[in-house]
């Protein structure tokens, strides 16, 4: 009997630690399970994290941001970068002239001392066709006053040769001695008439023959001049001459030449003689015997206000070349020989690119490489954005934390 019951309590003890082992275990597998998705929900806020950082790293490396408004502000232009025809050119320097016909030197008509009114005897003065420009005065003069000498000349021999007319036909007079006097009114006439109603106080004025400005002026107030002596020259500066001085090495493409761009050095502009209505005159078949230069002559209208006898920048333009990538001198940025443009990314964005040069006329640049059709291309406000480069560049996002 006292066996049985030992047994009985064997038994219960084991059953009673069977039923807690178990309870346990399932306590610590809810906990388990609990853990792992508290560290799951952690992986997935850390995943959250770094997909935000890299949505905000998606900028270009070397990206600069020049905000829409400021492009706005400064006038900021692009261009559509598209092949195109582009020609060939040789740059050289010349100088630019006057056309032939559009000039008129003013000479003294009587002697005398030059003496100046009102208008401004300087290079640039406008003058009108007949206007006086100066007088000549010879009263003081030991040959007296030349107006009063040619009127009184004139009025002689007017009256010799009336009356001589009279005589020759009743054989009077000789027709040797008639054709004499003829001979001296008609000198005398031509005297008088080039100074008629030019007599002014001061002496006899010298009238400019057309429109234009006065230059080259040879005399000054107290000068003493001659009949015939140059006086100043009368520019019209309608038309004018462009001579380029090419190298004799250039000779074999000058047949090719059609037009020109130049650009002088007092405004920087790039004049282009497709704008102006110019025209090549002719190319030199030889050089000059004292230079290593052939003349190539244009004309054209001055529509701007170049300055005849300037020396200018020549962009000689010859064949033609197709699918040219080019983008405008002003596109450029210059950086210790090396060039560089910036292209449009977004509306805010732009990235700065470097490029290899070719052919230049003056207003547009061959693109060699660096850039790609459809690239747009800042072309006026390029300085701008490189000056913001150096404050805000976006360096390449990187992960490491």
């Given at each position: 009997m006292k066996k049985i019951y030992i047994l009985?309590?064997?038994?219960?003890?084991?059953?009673?630690?069977?039923?807690g082992n178990s309870k346990s275990a399932g306590h610590d597998e809810h906990e388990g399970h609990e853990h792992s998705h508290e560290h799951e929900a952690h992986?997935?806020?850390?995943e959250g994290h770094d997909h935000e950082h890299e949505n905000e790293g998606e900028h270009t490396p070397g990206e600069v941001i020049f905000k829409k408004a400021l492009a706005e502000a400064i006038g900021?232009?692009?261009?559509?970068?598209?092949?195109?025809?582009?020609?060939?050119?040789?740059?050289?320097?010349?100088?630019?002239?006057?056309?032939?016909?559009?000039?008129?030197?003013?000479?003294?008509?009587?002697?005398?001392?030059?003496?100046?009114?009102?208008?401004?005897?300087?290079?640039?003065?406008?003058?009108?066709k007949g206007q006086a420009i100066?007088?000549?005065a010879s009263s003081g003069l030991s040959d007296g006053n030349v107006a009063a000498k040619a009127k009184y000349a004139y009025e002689t021999s007017k009256k010799e040769y009336e009356r001589m007319q009279q005589l020759v036909g009743d054989k009077i007079v000789s027709a040797k001695d008639f054709e004499q006097a003829r001979?001296?009114?008609?000198?005398?006439?031509?005297?008088?008439?080039?100074?008629?109603?030019?007599?002014?106080?001061?002496?006899?004025?010298?009238?400019s023959p057309i429109n234009g400005y006065l230059k080259n002026i040879?005399?000054?107030?107290?000068d003493y001049v001659s009949v015939g002596q140059p006086?100043?020259?009368?520019?019209?500066?309608?038309?004018?001459?462009?001579?380029?001085?090419?190298?004799?090495?250039?000779?074999?493409?000058?047949?090719?030449?059609?037009?020109?761009?130049?650009?002088?050095?007092?405004?920087n502009m790039t004049y282009k003689l497709s704008d102006l209505h110019g025209r090549l005159l002719s190319y030199g078949k030889s050089s000059d015997a004292n230079t290593f230069y052939v003349p190539v002559t244009f004309e054209f209208d001055n529509k701007g206000a170049v300055?005849?006898?300037?020396?200018?920048?020549?962009?000689?333009?010859?064949?033609?070349?197709?699918?040219?990538?080019?983008?405008?001198?002003?596109?450029?940025?210059?950086?210790?020989?090396?060039?560089?443009?910036?292209?449009?990314?977004?509306e805010d964005g732009y990235l700065k690119k470097t490029v290899t040069l070719g052919a230049n006329n003056g207003s547009e640049v061959q693109i060699l490489s660096g850039l790609q059709a459809g690239d747009h291309v800042v072309t006026k406000g390029a300085y701008q954005i490189k000056l913001a480069s150096a404050s805000n560049a976006i360096p390449a996002h990187s992960h490491s934390h």
């Open positions: 009985w309590v064997l038994c219960a003890y084991i059953f009673a630690g069977c039923a992986d997935h806020e850390h900021l232009e692009t261009k559509d970068l598209q092949p195109a025809p582009f020609t060939n050119v040789i740059k050289t320097s010349g100088r630019i002239m006057a056309a032939q016909g559009d000039e008129s030197v003013v000479v003294a008509t009587v002697p005398g001392i030059v003496t100046l009114g009102s208008l401004p005897f300087i290079d640039g003065t406008a003058v009108r100066l007088s000549l001979l001296n009114y008609e000198n005398a006439k031509v005297a008088y008439e080039a100074i008629a109603g030019k007599q002014t106080a001061n002496g006899v004025s010298v009238v040879q005399v000054k107030e107290g006086i100043a020259t009368i520019a019209q500066n309608n038309r004018l001459v462009l001579r380029a001085e090419v190298s004799e090495k250039y000779y074999s493409e000058l047949p090719m030449v059609k037009s020109a761009n130049f650009r002088t050095p007092y405004d300055i005849p006898g300037s020396f200018v920048e020549i962009y000689l333009l010859s064949s033609v070349i197709e699918d040219v990538l080019s983008v405008p001198v002003s596109a450029l940025i210059e950086e210790q020989g090396v060039y560089s443009v910036f292209v449009r990314l977004d």
